[in-house]
């Protein structure tokens, strides 16, 4: 099956630049989800297919994706932003499709 | 607004088999699929499969095929997962979570959770 890679952690200033890469093999071909999970809450979607941001996330998040990675970007980085964050793809690759989700990226805002 | 009400805690002894159910409200039941999520204590997701409730056709995540039945029943706009042959790596927490399609669609809002403990 489809595997996603995520770094296990990710750590930034305060006004800074998160960066939280999602690789796998030309995942550029296919639609990238994002989700922010808080300790002790359900998933949120931040992104959808690749760079679109939900009514009511902040446009400090953005998406990209191309050749065999996916990044979500967070701009000017706040307390609240820290959390897990995981990708999710639609897997046709196998003979079982089926959603596949990043190991997940916890993200500490020093 | 919408909200998926998922049943409450449960304490399983192992072998035995927990069902957990989802209750939509705030829109359309059958215009959207639905997805079983689980975590475990301190990991990552992991998807379980998915119903479409409107004519509640099912695609497994091939870890759980045999184990895993999701059922729906349009009148109380209310989707089921049963697991079965519980085992103590089964303890996580379960999450219904809405799609507006099958294939490459976002999961855009998700239940609660339930936490199932499979424990002797």
């Known amino acids: 099956s489809f595997v996603l890679t995520q770094p296990p952690s990710v750590s ?81 690759d196998s003979d079982h499709p089926g959603v596949v989700f990043g190991g997940g990226t916890k993200v500490t805002v020093l | 607004q919408v909200q998926l009400v998922q049943s409450g805690a449960e304490v399983i002894k192992p072998g035995a088999s927990v069902n957990v159910s989802c209750k939509s409200s705030g829109y359309t039941f059958i215009n959207y699929y639905m997805h079983w999520v689980r975590q475990a204590p301190g990991q990552g997701l992991e998807w379980m499969g998915i119903i479409n409730p409107n004519g ?27 697991l079965s042959s519980l085992r103590s790596d089964d303890t996580a927490v379960y999450y219904c979570a809405r799609s507006r399609g099958t294939g490459a669609a976002a999961i855009d809002f998700w239940g609660q959770g339930t936490l199932v403990i499979v424990s002797s």
């Open chain 2, 56 to 82: 509640g056709y099912t695609r497994n995540a091939q870890k759980f095929q045999g184990r895993v039945t999701m059922t729906r029943d349009t009148s109380r706009s209310t989707v089921y997962m049963e």
């Open chain 1, 12 to 92: 930034v200033a305060p006004g800074k630049t998160a960066r939280i890469t999602c690789g796998g093999d030309n995942i550029g071909t296919k639609s990238v989800h994002w989700y922010q999970q808080k300790p002790g809450q359900a998933p949120l979607l931040v992104i959808y297919y690749d760079t679109n941001r939900p009514s009511g996330i902040p446009e400090r998040f953005s998406g990209s994706n191309s050749g065999n990675a996916a990044t979500l970007t967070i701009n000017r980085v706040e307390a609240g932003d820290e959390a897990d964050y995981y990708c999710q793809v639609w897997d046709t």
